[in-house]
């Protein structure tokens, strides 16, 4: 019985790091990149979900990248092109990141991607 009990938990802790790995890894060059897939699976776009990955170095997002979603493609690219290069450079060590602008015609999809990073950035923080 003891080694059942050991092995449940050496399975379980498995199973937690594995997903702590699944939300944030860290790069050789010092780069973490935050997956929201998980910690953002309540916050809907037009059409569902809409996770993105925040690139976070030295306490400035680098880049964020949406992820595979239910989201119309020229709405996604719409966010791409317009919105998402606003992050670039952002500072986020002090309080939140600041508030992007929502892009016009794909609203639904930035107010999501925006309540993404949020949460990506606040697990970088709490996290790292």
Do not use: C, W
Request: charged letters at 25%; aromatic letters at 8%; glycine letters at 8%.
């Amino acid at each position: 019985m003891k080694k059942k009990a050991i092995f449940t938990l050496l399975l379980l802790a498995a199973f937690t790091t594995a997903g702590a790995q699944d939300v944030m890894k860290k790069e050789k060059d010092g780069t973490y990149i935050v997956n929201t897939t998980t910690l953002a699976k309540d916050v809907e776009g037009y059409n569902g979900t809409t996770p993105v990955e925040v690139h976070i170095k030295k306490n400035k997002i680098v880049k964020v990248v949406p992820l595979k979603s239910q989201e119309g493609p020229k709405y996604v690219a719409k966010v791409k092109k317009d919105m998402l290069p606003k992050y670039e450079g952002m500072n986020v060590k002090s309080g939140t990141v600041a508030e992007v602008d929502a892009v016009t015609g794909a609203t639904f999809t930035s107010n999501a991607i925006k309540e993404n990073v949020k949460r990506g950035v606040g697990y970088y923080k709490s996290h790292k």
